[in-house]
Nanobody, 111 residues
Framework: VQLVESGGDVVQPGGSLRLSCVGSEVSFRTYDINWVRQAPGKGPQWVSAINAAGDTSDYADSVKGRFRISRDNGKRTLYLDMESLTSEDSGLYYC?????WGQGTQVTVSL
């Protein structure tokens, strides 16, 4: 399985973005999937997770109430809707499951 993230951009504080992650195989729909981010000079930080059915999700405290994870298994696509972004949200965002990682998509929150 390959994962390809997209949607990263430069956005001002308080702005919004939607990230996407597309899986290459139908088996994508059978896995719980995570979003993980990494800021420059820092270790990976788990952001959110969603179960295979898409009806259960969890969030890091730092993003709770601002981010929303969802998935469309028919499109083999995972989403992360982000709002009220701050500079602390900047980083490379990855989707990942079972040791498989995408290449990441860059989010930069800056004036």
């Amino acid at each position: 399985v390959q994962l390809v993230e997209s949607g990263g951009d430069v956005v001002q504080p308080g702005g919004s973005l939607r990230l996407s992650c597309v899986g290459s195989e139908v088996s994508f729909r059978t896995y719980d999937i995570n979003w993980v981010r990494q800021a420059p000079g820092k270790g990976p930080q788990w952001v959110s997770a969603i179960n295979a059915a898409g009806d259960t999700s969890d969030y890091a405290d730092s993003v709770k109430g601002r981010f929303r994870i969802s998935r469309d298994n028919g499109k083999r696509t995972l989403y992360l809707d982000m709002e009220s972004l701050t500079s602390e949200d900047s980083g490379l965002y990855y989707c990942t499951f079972g040791g498989i990682w995408g290449q990441g998509t860059q989010v930069t929150v800056s004036l």
